[in-house]
């Protein structure tokens, strides 16, 4: 892509043609032609506001384990909130209110040690608040928008807005929350015995690890678990598991994981994800929808 200076007097926060491969959990996808990563709230409003000018709309980069890019990258504004101020949080009384870029296990722990129960089933899962509520992030049947009471928004122009949780329209593993820039989120959550709290975290931690796969990078969880089965179940009782496009695979072990080889490409990703969609579709009649956030 070609390094055309970035508008206005944000210039100096922009990189260009910044890989975005390492900063996502499949370590794949070209260059953003624009990348920002705002030290402070200011900064990000200032960029928000600057590309707004230019007609630029910015995407934003969480954690990166529910996106793939493509190889030829995004011809435009990507904003990670991956810096310190954006990750703050506070609790008040039965509320915690974390910014957009906390990690979803520091909100959790956080949480749990402030005596503060609703959050917990949430442990382990990858990213931050933002795309955790963007993708209404769900483990043992909890999800993140029952126990949201607020989200911060940002707007195109660069103001801020707080909205109410059914402006959300949070539903199993959606939410309306895509277009919009989240900058933080309160969480009303129920006052409970730290000590009691933190034997169930334990516990719960115990039954997570032994769903996940160990000592794997270069994978992500694409497939939402349709009602009254999960998708790892119905790709393994069709005989998928393993099924590999190009540098790409389905776990063995883990038929609902997928992971890319050193060699892998965004289309062999792709590829396979088509593949598992059709075939499920064909031997059980159901339209298998997929959570992963396509660049
Ligand atoms: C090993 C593994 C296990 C997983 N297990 C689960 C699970 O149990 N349950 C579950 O629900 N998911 C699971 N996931 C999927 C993924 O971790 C979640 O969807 C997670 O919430 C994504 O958060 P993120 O910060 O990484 O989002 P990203 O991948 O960075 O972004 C995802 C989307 O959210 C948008 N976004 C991110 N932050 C903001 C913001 N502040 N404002 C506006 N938009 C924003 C992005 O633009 C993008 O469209 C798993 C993934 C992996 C790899």
Redesign the pocket.
């Known amino acids: 892509m070609s390094s055309v200076a970035f508008p206005g007097k944000v210039a100096h926060l922009i990189r260009f043609d910044e890989p975005l491969a390492p900063h996502?959990?499949l370590g794949i996808g070209g260059p953003a032609r624009y990348f920002a990563e705002p030290n402070s709230r200011e900064e990000l409003i200032e960029i928000v506001r600057e590309a707004s000018r230019a007609g630029i709309v910015p995407?934003?980069?969480?954690?990166?384990?529910?996106?793939l890019a493509r190889e030829s990258g995004v011809d435009g504004l990507v904003i990670s909130?991956a810096s310190v101020d954006m990750s703050r949080m506070e609790v008040a009384g039965d509320r915690l209110t974390a910014c957009?870029?906390a990690k979803?296990s520091h909100v959790v722990t956080h949480a749990v040690e402030s005596g503060l129960a609703g959050l917990e089933s949430?442990l382990?899962?990858?990213?931050?608040?933002?795309?955790?509520?963007?993708?209404?992030?769900?483990?043992g049947g909890q999800?993140?928008g029952a126990v949201t009471s607020r989200i911060e928004?940002l707007t195109a122009d660069g103001e801020t807005e707080w909205i109410d949780q059914e402006a959300g329209q949070f539903s199993h593993?959606r939410s309306n929350?895509?277009g919009?820039?989240?900058?933080s989120a309160e969480f009303q959550l129920t006052p409970t015995e730290v000590g009691a709290l933190t034997k169930r975290l334990q516990k719960l931690w115990i039954v997570?690890n032994a769903s996940?796969?160990q000592g794997?990078s270069r994978?992500?969880?694409p497939f939402v678990d349709p009602d009254g089965a999960t998708a790892e179940r119905l790709i393994a009782d069709i005989g998928l598991a393993g099924l590999r496009e190009g540098g790409a695979s389905l776990l063995a072990e883990h038929p609902g994981?997928l992971v890319a080889k050193d060699d892998a490409t965004s289309d062999d990703c792709l590829k396979l994800i088509e593949r598992v969609r059709e075939q499920v579709l064909l031997q059980t009649g159901i339209d298998l929808q997929t959570?992963?956030?396509i660049?």
Not at 59 to 67: A, E, F, K, V
Not at 124 to 139: K, R
């Open positions: 996502l959990w995407r934003i980069l969480g954690g990166g384990s529910n996106l909130l957009s870029g979803l949430l382990g899962i990858p990213g931050t608040v933002g795309g955790a509520l963007v993708g209404n992030a769900c483990a999800d993140i928004v593993r929350l895509g919009e820039l989240i900058l997570r996940l796969p794997r994978i992500a969880w994981v959570s992963l956030q660049w």
